[in-house]
């Protein structure tokens, strides 16, 4: 019995450009129980909204995914047509990167909204849309009412707060957000993921959380995992993956982020030299050798495999590696 | 990646910028060798141009005098053939001299009315985005007028005016032609002005005049190009229409005043197809090879087009 | 070395709106968006000051007024105790001792100029004198871009953002300034790499003695680098002091808020304020933060509450060096 909502099993992906192909993900490995909240970390070109979008199968028609995504224990890739498109939004939602953006501005909310349900439900009635609609908005805390107006008369939390609205209009198990507060104040941001933990609480949502910053992970997820050049580095439990990092790249990460308050990060800008690697240029071995503090000589040769952390999750490290016995 | 990645420390800046302009030059060639239809365009106009400039050596210049071709007894209204590929007029001058030495004029009517009309477009586009606020609306307000005037009016105005022939032509397109450019460009100039580049260029001192030579007009030279070639189609087909209908050089030759003559001869009721073909097709061909080099540009401008 | 450097007095900046054809027949005016509303600061030398605030609070348009780019409706801009007119011989001068380093590295660098282009460019306009190609390759080295000659023919889309915020840097190192405005130098670039600009920005304050005054949304990155810090709210400052002291002992009731929503800052509990920030052109009556002051919601006393509602408080200082503007601090 499977209790995941969402599973990932050695998924890769590879965009075909013209250019050539370029290898995005790299083989991961996730797992979403039913009703807990899993972040994916990462910069850029790690590949995490690659991830996102591969889930729903929303990435162009040409691009190689290799693997299995089990979307309550059916393999969402070997699915087409009609049964794809029930799991888009019935089971699965997602809500995008500059998702405020996303809203047609010359449509009312009320409408945007309906058009998500009646896109499922051909049969529902117009006045059970309209009850449905005036329950999601009341849902996002936003005054039915307001669905009367047009996009650019709303904030932008109040924009989000509808997309938000519109991916949970299907009654979906699982809620894929990408970057949903990147472009917002700290104020706003508080107030959206205060909004998003209390529905995932109320209505048993699982939630993929997807974003590069790291303190608005540590509010809101169970467990985390993060991505570095397409392949996951890390994967722990939210409290303890950054206070007892066990991959380097997680430790310089979390170093990045100062401690207001502690003396010590006062004048005392941590960071990695270096860049995120292109995927056109990946390093050999480990992709972070080039930037780790703690590289050494098999680093450059070998690409760790995944190896048990302390703290109950796992960490692709030699090190970590170090005191089994290789073959 | 390029030949130029480890330049020794002795280059001057001039040679920066010039290896610079090289470099972005040849990138752009890349990109628009890709584009079949932009290659066909530029051979087409390539060879109207080469076959414009090697005139003398093509066609006897006289062939397109009555009184020579009258002394040389050559035939009236021929059909195509080996002596005349394409045939001859009423007259008897041959259709291909006329072609040839109209080439001359045609395209040269075309470039220099284009070259005019990009030079004013430019000016006031990039202007009136850069500045904005009131010169933009009096520059505006004036493409606006500029707009909306009937050239065919326009053009029988300054007929009467200036009297027929090419400079009349050439005012005539110069005139109706910047405006429409203008706005375009002034979009490209506003939006390039808008970007924190421009502001930062005002913020190390410069003046505006200096803004706008280094940072606005390359950044706008891709949408002036483009404007270019799709005015030289334009201007093309107004010369032809207007020599066409009478307002020509009565003494030069083009694909306009061949086309007019063969239908004041009455070519089309006379069935004498070969005196209206060849030079139609000219005009018609070298509008067609001025929108495909458009479009080949506008894949170099937009990479979204491009990896299609 | 008493003296500031850089002051700003009594800063009033307004956004004026169109008119438009309704308010032309009706006679009316549309109103003025008031993005900086009487604003002072003094800034000494090799000092770096934080001016912070989420966004609509006039941060960025101070530092634009600071720079000269933005015309002010009254107040002055002092360096080294001369004011700043619009002559343009000023202007020119100006921009030579207070130089900007944007957010987003490529908006800000011309994407048909080569590297060496870009930070020549403002030798060559304020007409530096020496060897351009030597001062070139001094600020690329000094902004940790070595050897500088081989980014010299590369263009800015040619290396990665980090490299790019260098060149940013460069530039405006190579004018030779005293004073670098920085609007979040770091927040278009990842994480990993922030920490390797803040420490270029700390670098040279400490070699070369430039003031700097960062505008930043992010409180973290002020506590990292900064020596003060200003808070402002819909075109005032709201509190001032140094930083250790106000993001430890936050006295403004917004800064108390904006610290517990920041999980860097460790705050027991979570302010979480109620709306959105006004619009500048319908600024509130009184203290400009009263709509959403939690203190004034829970405050059932009377004479404050008129006070709150009716009069807009100033700056007081509550210990050495922090001040504050509000009439519940007292």
Redesign the interface.
């Known amino acids: 019995m499977n209790e995941s909502v969402l599973s990932l099993r050695n998924v890769e992906i590879t965009y075909q450009l013209r250019s050539g192909p370029v290898p995005a993900v790299r083989g991961i490995d996730l797992d979403v129980p039913a009703g807990s909240v899993v972040g994916l970390a990462g910069e850029s070109g790690c590949g995490k909204s690659t991830v996102g979008n591969a889930i729903l199968r929303l990435l162009p028609e040409e691009t190689d995914v290799t693997g299995q995504i089990l979307m309550q224990g059916q393999d969402i890739l070997l699915m087409k047509g009609k049964e794809l498109r029930a799991v888009r939004w019935g089971q699965a939602s997602i809500i995008f990167q500059g998702a405020m953006h996303s809203l047609d501005p010359v449509k009312r909310i009320d409408e945007q909204i309906a058009e998500a349900i009646q896109a499922h439900d051909a049969k529902i009635t117009p006045k059970a849309t309209s009850q449905r609609v005036g329950e999601l908005l009341e849902m996002v805390r936003l005054p039915a009412r307001r669905g009367r107006e047009y996009p650019h008369q709303l904030s932008g939390g109040q924009k989000q707060r509808v997309m938000i609205a519109m991916a949970l209009a299907c009654k979906p198990a699982l809620v894929i957000a990408d970057e949903p507060t990147t472009a917002l104040d700290v104020m706003v941001q508080a107030q959206v993921l205060d909004l998003l933990r209390e529905l995932q609480a109320e209505l048993g949502l699982a939630v993929v959380f997807i974003t590069h910053d790291l303190s608005v992970l540590t509010e809101i997820c169970d467990r985390i995992a993060i991505m570095y050049a397409g392949k996951l580095v890390e994967e722990g439990d939210a409290d303890t993956i950054f206070t007892q990092p066990s991959h380097p790249y997680t430790k310089a990460l979390g170093g990045a982020f100062p401690r207001i308050g502690n003396l010590e990060d006062r004048f005392t800008p941590a960071g990695l030299d270096g860049d995120p690697p292109l995927p056109q240029a990946m390093p050999s071995g480990c992709a972070f050798h080039p930037r780790c503090p703690v590289a050494f000589d098999r680093c450059a040769i070998e690409d760790p495999e995944r190896f048990p952390t302390p703290t109950g999750g796992t960490a692709a490290c030699l090190l970590l590696g170090e005191t089994r016995s290789r073959a | 990646m390029s030949a130029v990645s480890a330049p020794t420390g002795e280059r001057s800046a001039r040679q920066i910028a010039w290896s610079r302009r090289l470099r972005a030059g040849k990138a752009s060639w890349a990109i628009y060798r890709t584009s079949g239809i932009g290659l066909a365009g530029l051979a087409i106009i390539v060879a109207f141009v080469v076959i414009a400039l090697l005139a003398p050596l093509l066609a006897n210049k006289s062939g397109t005098l009555i009184t020579y071709v009258a002394e040389q007894h050559q035939p009236h209204n021929a059909p195509p053939s080996l002596a005349y590929p394409f045939g001859t007029d009423h007259f008897g001058r041959s259709v291909l001299t006329q072609v040839i030495w109209g080439a001359r004029v045609s395209l040269l009517v075309g470039a220099i009315a284009t070259l005019g009309a990009l030079l004013i477009g430019s000016a006031i586009g990039l202007s009136a985005g850069f500045f904005g606020g009131r010169v933009d609306g009096i520059l505006m307000r004036l493409t606006d007028w500029f707009m909306v005037i009937p050239w065919l009016g326009l053009a029988l105005v300054l007929a009467a005016i200036m009297g027929k022939g090419l400079v009349s032509i050439i005012t005539v397109i110069v005139i109706t032609s910047w405006a429409f450019p203008a706005r375009v460009i002034r979009a490209q100039s506003w939006a390039v002005s808008s970007r924190p580049f421009v502001e930062r260029a005002r913020a190390i001192g410069s003046r505006d005049s200096h803004i706008i030579a280094t940072h606005i007009l390359p950044n706008s030279m891709p949408i002036i190009f483009t404007q270019m070639v799709i005015t030289g189609a334009s201007a093309i087909y107004t010369e032809s229409l207007l020599s066409f209908l009478g307002m020509g050089d009565p003494n030069s030759v083009s694909w306009g005043t061949t086309l007019e003559d063969a239908f004041n001869q009455g070519a089309l009721t006379a069935g004498h197809w070969w005196q209206i073909v060849f030079p139609g097709m000219c005009i018609i061909l070298a509008i067609l090879a001025l929108t495909m080099i458009g479009y080949a540009f506008d894949q170099v401008l937009n990479p979204r087009l491009r990896d299609r | 070395m008493s003296e500031p450097l850089l002051e700003v007095r009594d800063l009033r900046v307004l956004f004026h709106g169109h008119k438009s054809i309704t308010d032309s027949l009706r006679g009316t005016t549309p109103a003025a968006a008031v993005a900086v509303d009487g604003v002072n600061l003094s800034i000494a030398h090799g000092e770096i000051l934080a001016i912070a605030g989420?966004?609509g609070c006039g941060k960025t348009t101070l530092a634009r007024t600071i720079?000269?780019?933005q015309t002010k409706e009254s107040g002055a801009i002092l360096l080294d105790g001369r004011e700043l007119s619009t002559s343009r011989r000023d202007?020119?001068d100006h921009?030579?001792r207070v130089?900007?380093v944007?957010?987003?590295p490529a908006?800000?660098?011309?994407?048909?100029?080569?590297i060496?282009?870009v930070i020549?460019?403002?030798i060559r306009?304020?007409k530096l004198p020496g060897d351009?190609?030597e001062r070139v390759a001094a600020a690329l080295s000094q902004a940790g871009l070595r050897p500088p000659?081989?980014f010299?023919?590369r263009f800015p889309h040619?290396v990665?953002?980090?490299?790019r915020q260098r060149v940013a840097i460069a530039?405006a190192l190579a004018?030779e300034p005293e004073v670098i405005v920085a609007d979040e130098p770091v927040s278009a670039l990842?994480?990993?790499?922030?920490?390797?600009?803040?420490?270029l920005l700390?670098r040279l304050r400490d070699d070369l003695g430039l003031t700097m005054v960062v505008i930043t949304?992010d409180?973290?990155?002020a506590?990292?680098?900064a020596d003060r810090i200003a808070v402002m709210y819909l075109g005032k400052i709201v509190e001032l002091g140094p930083?250790?002291e106000v993001?430890?002992h936050p006295k403004h009731p917004y800064t108390e808020?904006?610290?517990s929503?920041?999980?860097?800052?460790?705050r027991p509990q979570?302010i979480?304020?109620t709306g959105?920030a006004p619009d500048p052109t319908r600024i509130p009556e009184g203290c400009r933060f009263n709509p959403r002051c939690p203190l004034l919601a829970d405050e059932g006393d009377q004479p404050i509450r008129v006070r709150c509602l009716g009069e807009s408080p100033l700056l007081r200082s509550v210990a050495s060096g922090h001040e504050v503007a509000c009439h519940l601090v007292d």
């Open positions: 989420e966004s720079m000269g780019l202007l020119r921009r030579k130089q900007i944007f957010q987003d908006g800000a660098l011309n994407p048909r100029q080569t060496y282009e020549a460019e403002g306009v304020q351009e190609l000659k081989a010299f023919e040619e990665s953002g980090g490299q530039a004018l990842d994480a990993s790499v922030k920490g390797e600009i803040l420490q700390l949304h409180l973290g990155l506590w990292a680098i930083t250790e993001l430890t808020a904006l610290l929503v920041v999980p860097e800052a460790g979570r979480i304020l959105e």
